[in-house]
């Protein structure tokens, strides 16, 4: 059996980075994705890219919608390795803080805090207030949350804006045991 993946997207910047993270999961046989795109990531993904939302659930192996609240990861008992939500917005960040789960990302991401597994925030926004800074904090204190932000790195020494979003995308994946092959880690000085 695959493991299972669920990516959702929301409409923050980053949808680039949505892509590759669906495109490295892809590559790995022994794993699956279940893709949940929000109406404001697809009008995003419009704005940022020149993939169409056909283009990117071609990438993903089951397509979920935000409104099938039924869908089967919205249970605990649909095993997952947990799930990843690439780019998130501060609207869905303080929804999944304050447990308002009225849609299907926020439900699985509700599902994914109460049975413990990881759930990955690429948190997008800039700068951040206070309001922002204390959901965070607060999600970064339960077990198997982890907030990575999409920020730039340099050790690595990129060359182009690919290189970064596939850095980034590799550290977004890495928690669920993904390694993406071109990912240069820090090997010190």
């Known amino acids: 059996m695959k493991k299972r993946i669920v990516v959702g997207a929301t409409g923050a910047s980053g949808l680039p980075l949505l892509i590759k993270c669906l495109e490295i999961?892809?590559?790995?046989p022994d794993y699956e994705s279940y893709l949940i795109m929000s109406s404001s990531a697809e009008l995003t993904l419009r704005q940022e890219t020149t993939f169409t939302v056909e283009d990117v659930k071609k990438l993903a192996d089951y397509i979920l919608k935000p409104e099938e609240i039924g869908?089967?990861?919205a249970s605990g008992s649909f095993k997952t390795e947990g799930m990843l939500i690439v780019p998130c917005s501060m609207k869905t960040i303080a929804g999944i803080h304050s447990g308002y789960a009225d849609n299907l990302i926020l439900r699985v991401a509700d599902v994914t805090i109460k049975e413990q597994?990881?759930?990955v925030l690429a948190a997008r926004e800039t700068p951040l207030s206070g309001i922002h800074l204390r959901n965070l904090y607060e999600l970064s204190m339960l077990p198997g949350?982890?907030?990575?932000?999409?920020m730039m790195t340099f050790y690595h020494k990129p060359e182009t804006i690919d290189d970064m979003v596939y850095h980034i995308a590799a550290k977004l994946?890495?928690?669920?045991?993904?390694e993406a092959e071109e990912y240069r880690r820090w090997n010190g000085l």
Do not use: N
């Not at 999961?25 to 790995?28: A, N, P």
């Not at 994946?173 to 993904?178: K, V």
């Open 25 to 28: 999961i892809r590559e790995k």
């Open 71 to 73: 869908a089967k990861p």
């Open 117 to 119: 597994r990881t759930l």
């Open 145 to 150: 949350v982890r907030i990575i932000p999409p």
């Open 173 to 178: 994946l890495e928690p669920f045991g993904i």
